[in-house]
């Protein structure tokens, strides 16, 4: 079945680090990615939809310049949190589906803490 | 704006028992989705649902979409413990893109002998 790949798995690092988080479709291409943050015990919240070969498209309130995506090949997304605070610490967990319509699959997330 | 809302958020089961998850949406959609997720870790689908009056079963869970009332229910037959998890469900506004999903704010569920 349809395998999205999300590395690395747990990161901690400190305060004005930035953070790349990987995202890759391992047996499909997939044209949009989506990138979602959900915070301890809370849902998840679309943060912006990645299109290979082209400008993200953020979602109202997510920082364009804080987060910064960028989709080069129809297998890799990837999302860098810049200049991370304590306050983006969450887990980050990325999207992709193999066809129109079919469900989209997910990452195993990327759990974010900034100290 | 989208809304996506789930009833009830926390969910005490036996097991053996039945009950159903409902899930209420705001906008027009026939795109709803069903996902559960286990403590840590990520999401895993369960259903999809495309059209008004899809049903869907899976071992004790069945989810059913009926788009005039915007409402999708995820139905749970004799419980066992192995279903303790969170569910969430998700809508995919109509007229956009694919897999640009709102949630509903998760049903924990807890099944205990």
């Known amino acids: 079945g349809a395998v999205v790949s999300q590395h690395p798995s747990w990161v901690i690092c400190k305060s004005g680090t930035s953070v790349k988080i990987e995202c890759r479709s391992l047996?499909?291409?997939?044209?949009?990615m989506f990138w979602y943050r959900q915070f301890p015990k809370q849902s998840l919240m679309l943060m912006a939809t990645?299109?290979?070969?082209?400008?993200?498209?953020?979602e109202q309130g997510v920082e364009k310049d804080k987060f910064l995506i960028n989709h080069a090949s129809l297998t890799l997304s990837t999302l860098t949190v810049t200049s991370a605070h304590p306050e983006d610490s969450s887990f980050y967990i990325c999207?992709?589906?193999?066809?129109?319509?079919?469900?989209?699959?997910f990452g195993d997330g990327t759990r974010l803490s900034i100290l | 704006e989208l809304k996506v809302e789930q009833n009830p958020l926390f969910l005490s089961m036996q097991e053996g028992k039945n009950y159903t998850i409902y899930c209420n949406y705001s906008?027009?959609?026939?795109?709803l989705y069903w996902y559960r997720q286990d403590p840590g870790k990520s999401l895993e689908s369960l259903f999809v649902?495309?059209?008004?009056?899809a049903v869907k079963q899976e071992g004790r869970l069945m989810a059913s979409l009926d788009t005039k009332a915007r409402l999708s229910t995820l139905h749970i037959t004799a419980a066992v413990h192995d279903l303790s998890a969170t569910y969430f469900c998700?809508?995919?506004?109509?007229?956009?893109?694919?897999?640009?999903?709102?949630f509903g704010q998760g049903t924990i569920l807890t099944v205990h002998p």
């Open positions: 649902l495309l059209s008004n009056g």
């Open positions: 906008t027009t959609s026939d795109r």
């Open positions: 999207s992709a589906a193999p066809g129109t319509g079919q469900p989209q699959h």
């Open positions: 047996d499909f291409q997939a044209t949009t």
């Open positions: 990645s299109n290979e070969g082209s400008k993200a498209t953020y």
């Open positions: 998700a809508v995919d506004l109509t007229g956009t893109s694919y897999g640009k999903l709102t």
